[in-house]
């Protein structure tokens, strides 16, 4: 098992811990972790635009004028495209962009984004990550503390409201709880810090 140092808000190392070689040493899997990020991409769309069809179109169907004799252009309807407010062609519909990924596949793509970025040396530890203040100055504070640039995501166990309002105007600085965490929040953030009572949870959940 790996043995990695844990720090505190202020990037002092208050002591170290032990990671499941089993959920953070697995082998990079490119192609499973693609699957789990078009997955839930493709989750997020609402897929619920809707433009009208000729035959939708209120109004009736008319012929405008005369099919010869006029010098103007043939036409059957004023619903038709060619018209402001006519029909749409090949009109969008509602529909579901969603895509399914088994629990087994899900969970193994999450486990190997994690081993991925604790190889790259993208992996923090914290004892706990907590700003009672729910002041940006000290979030921002903590931030140049370890030296983070780019995008940076905290993963923690049931975050406080302060906690939450304190990162909420940093762009670049990321909160999310363990039980909600994805493959594309790993993949998407250049460093991941994990508290320990996030690992724990990772390890009780996870492990065999």
């Known amino acids: 098992m790996a043995k990695v140092k844990v720090y505190d808000m202020t990037a002092r190392v208050v002591g170290e811990i032990e990671l499941n ?9 490119e192609p499973l972790i693609h699957e789990a990020v078009v997955a839930y991409e493709a989750n997020q769309r609402q897929g619920n635009k809707s433009t009208l069809t ?22 059957g309807s004023t619903k038709s495209p060619e018209y402001t407010g006519g029909g749409v062609v090949f009109a969008p519909k509602p529909r579901d962009f969603s895509k399914k990924m088994n629990k087994t596949a899900k969970r ?4 190997t984004a994690l081993s991925r970025k604790l190889e790259l040396g993208q992996i923090i530890v914290l ?6 203040s729910g002041k940006t100055k ?12 780019g995008k940076t995501l905290v993963v923690g166990q ?21 039980k909600t965490l994805s493959t594309y929040e790993v993949v998407a953030n250049k460093t991941v810090l994990l508290t320990s009572g996030a690992i724990k949870s990772i390890e009780e959940a996870y492990a065999e």
Do not use: C, M
């Not at 193994?108 to 486990?111: D, H, S, V």
């Not at 004892?127 to 009672?132: C, T, V």
């Not at 000290?138 to 640039?149: C, E, W, Y």
């Not at 049931?158 to 363990?178: C, G, Q």
């Open 108 to 111: 193994l793509a999450l486990l």
């Open 21 to 29: 070689d089993e959920l953070f040493a697995l082998p990079y899997n």
């Open 54 to 75: 000729r035959s939708e179109v209120r109004g009736h169907a008319k012929k405008p004028w005369r099919q010869k004799k006029t010098g103007r252009a043939r036409h």
């Open 138 to 149: 000290d979030a921002n504070a903590f931030l140049k503390a370890f030296g983070l640039t």
């Open 158 to 178: 049931d975050n406080h409201a302060e906690t939450l309002r304190a990162v909420k105007n940093i762009s670049s600085l990321n909160v999310e709880d363990v």
């Open 127 to 132: 004892k706990n990550f907590e700003i009672a």
